[in-house]
């Protein structure tokens, strides 16, 4: 059985948007959510910046009930609940059903959840107060804490799990929802992924020397894809999730569609020919970018988008020279790229996810967002595509057909292709 899979739901807690319409907003207009953290400073952080979603009150008491936020101190959580259920109400599923549903699903990944209840953990039992845990204490520090503590809200009853590839996970999370669907297995997931917030997250990169410390007083400049004076990545948080579903599924119960989901491929470099625990292994690269093209059935002249992992390291300009090995493409013919990294930070875990919801609004909505703090191209990426397929603000235009990647921590790679609905 090959089914074709469709979006039907879209949800977002992003440093720069938490809803989609908020989210476009920022998209469209450049707007960054990176912002000083005094916080930060306190710990003697050099870098003083992240990108956080701004969570308020009636976030919270719109998702939770009095009780469930009473301890609740799992930020990776309350994003990816927010996300998971703005996602699964914007397809109009119902929430108040009684009846397990068999035919739906979740799979929601997470990097490193719960830190700040480990935090709090750690100093009750070692003061010899473990009784004054909570009753929460597990659910909010167990790896698939957020699927479960989504699915108490919408009762799945198909697979219901959490996966953790690193920075692949959100992209990754997509494309195991995809598989399923696609044989039969599920009717409709609910994917997605999420982030933890702060310093005791953020610190492990803060010790690797990989985070920018010359804007703190200019957070907004900070996240510099692509660009000649990109100093590291900035750190972030939040979470995105998809209704993918069966399009018979959909289209039986009058869904609206935001896109199709082509195909995609997952795969490792080994840790081998360059790869390591950091870096990736470009051979790898290039032949998940090529084998999800295959998979798609698409050639690589008709993408018109990418939006790439591109975190402003000093392997952005290696990430496009696999690129454009891999399509064979370079020059003018390349596709327009963009790096949501530049207008959120880098979200971690949730960074794919959070991705993958921009590039289905810029081919629902008909934009490319454009990249912030890239106006000094790297002249490394100038030698191998012209400098319009770099845009540094939107463009208005209809859009078909979008490669997201991911390229994560432990030399894991994920592509999925996204296409128009016909």
Same mark, same amino acid.
């Not at 996810?353 to 810029?362: D, F, G, K, T, Y």
């Not at 994560?408 to 296409?419: E, H, I, K, L, Q």
């Given at each position: 059985?090959?089914?074709?899979?469709?979006?039907?739901?879209?949800?977002?807690?992003?440093?720069?948007?938490?809803?989609?319409?908020?989210?476009?907003?920022?998209?469209?207009?450049?707007?960054?959510?990176?912002?000083?953290?005094?916080?930060?400073? &306190?710990?003697?952080?050099? %870098?003083?910046?992240?990108?956080?979603?701004?969570?308020?009150?009636?976030?919270?008491?719109?998702?939770?009930?009095?009780?469930?936020?009473? =301890?609740?101190?799992?930020? +990776?959580?309350?994003?990816?609940?927010?996300?998971?259920?703005?996602? @699964?109400?914007?397809?109009?599923?119902?929430?108040?059903?009684?009846?397990?549903? @068999?035919?739906?699903?979740?799979?929601? =990944?997470?990097?490193?959840?719960?830190? #700040?209840?480990?935090?709090?953990?750690?100093?009750?039992?070692?003061?010899?107060?473990?009784?004054?845990?909570?009753?929460?204490?597990?659910?909010?520090?167990?790896?698939?804490?957020?699927?479960?503590?989504?699915?108490?809200?919408?009762? %799945?009853?198909?697979?219901?799990?959490?996966?953790?590839?690193? %920075?692949?996970?959100?992209?990754?999370?997509?494309?195991?929802?995809?598989?399923?669907? /696609?044989?039969?297995?599920?009717?409709?997931?609910?994917? +997605?992924?999420?982030?933890?917030?702060?310093?005791?997250?953020?610190?492990?990169?803060?010790?690797?020397?990989?985070?920018?410390?010359?804007?703190?007083?200019?957070?907004? $400049?900070?996240?510099?894809?692509?660009?000649?004076? &990109?100093?590291?990545? *900035?750190?972030?948080?939040?979470?995105?999730?998809?209704?993918?579903?069966?399009?018979?599924? $959909?289209?039986?119960?009058?869904? /609206?569609?935001?896109?199709? *989901?082509?195909?995609?491929?997952?795969?490792?470099?080994?840790?081998?020919?360059?790869? !390591?625990?950091?870096?990736?292994?470009?051979?790898?690269?290039?032949?998940?970018?090529?084998?999800?093209?295959?998979?798609?059935?698409?050639?690589? !002249? #008709?993408?018109?988008?990418?939006?790439?992992?591109?975190?402003?390291?000093?392997?952005?300009?290696?990430?496009?020279?696999? @690129?454009?090995? &891999?399509?064979?493409?370079?020059?003018?013919?390349?596709?327009?790229?963009?790096?949501?990294?530049?207008?959120?930070?880098?979200?971690?875990?949730?960074?794919?996810?959070?991705? %993958?919801? $921009?590039?289905?609004?810029?081919?629902?909505?008909?934009?490319?967002?454009?990249?912030?703090?890239?106006?000094?191209?790297?002249? #490394?990426?100038?030698? *191998?595509?012209?400098?319009?397929?770099?845009?540094?603000?939107?463009?208005?235009?209809? *859009?078909?057909?979008?490669?997201? &990647?991911?390229?994560?921590?432990?030399?894991?790679?994920?592509?999925?292709?996204?296409?128009?609905?016909?």
């Amino acid at each position: 059985m090959s089914r074709r899979v469709v979006i039907t739901g879209m949800g977002v807690a992003a440093p720069n948007g938490v809803g989609l319409s908020e989210f476009e907003n920022s998209l469209r207009n450049g707007i960054s959510g990176i912002k000083f953290q005094p916080g930060l400073k &306190a710990l003697n952080f050099s %870098c003083q910046i992240a990108g956080e979603p701004q969570i308020t009150d009636a976030h919270l008491e719109n998702c939770f009930t009095s009780l469930e936020l009473r =301890g609740l101190r799992s930020t +990776g959580i309350i994003y990816g609940v927010l996300a998971g259920l703005e996602a @699964w109400s914007d397809a109009e599923i119902p929430l108040d059903t009684e009846e397990t549903d @068999w035919d739906s699903g979740i799979i929601f =990944g997470a990097g490193t959840l719960g830190v #700040e209840k480990f935090r709090e953990a750690i100093h009750l039992i070692d003061e010899g107060k473990t009784r004054r845990l909570g009753s929460t204490a597990v659910i909010q520090t167990m790896s698939s804490g957020v699927s479960a503590y989504l699915n108490s809200k919408i009762g %799945c009853g198909n697979i219901v799990t959490t996966n953790s590839s690193a %920075c692949t996970t959100g992209t990754e999370a997509v494309l195991m929802a995809y598989e399923r669907i /696609k044989s039969g297995k599920a009717d409709r997931i609910l994917s +997605g992924s999420c982030s933890d917030s702060g310093p005791y997250v953020w610190g492990g990169f803060e010790a690797l020397r990989i985070l920018p410390h010359q804007y703190n007083e200019n957070p907004g $400049a900070g996240s510099r894809p692509m660009s000649a004076s &990109a100093a590291g990545f *900035v750190p972030g948080s939040g979470a995105g999730a998809m209704v993918l579903e069966d399009l018979e599924s $959909a289209q039986k119960r009058g869904a /609206k569609i935001y896109a199709e *989901v082509l195909g995609g491929h997952l795969n490792s470099g080994g840790q081998r020919q360059g790869g !390591s625990m950091t870096a990736p292994n470009s051979e790898g690269v290039r032949n998940c970018i090529t084998k999800a093209v295959q998979d798609s059935g698409i050639k690589p !002249s #008709e993408i018109e988008t990418i939006n790439g992992h591109l975190t402003a390291t000093q392997m952005d300009p290696t990430e496009i020279m696999n @690129w454009s090995k &891999a399509l064979d493409l370079k020059g003018h013919e390349f596709p327009v790229i963009n790096s949501l990294k530049s207008l959120t930070g880098h979200c971690l875990s949730a960074s794919g996810s959070i991705e %993958c919801v $921009a590039s289905v609004l810029q081919i629902n909505k008909n934009f490319i967002f454009g990249n912030l703090n890239c106006e000094d191209l790297h002249p #490394e990426i100038e030698k *191998v595509i012209t400098r319009e397929k770099v845009p540094v603000t939107s463009l208005e235009r209809s *859009v078909n057909t979008v490669v997201k &990647a991911s390229f994560g921590f432990g030399d894991v790679n994920a592509v999925v292709v996204f296409r128009k609905f016909e």
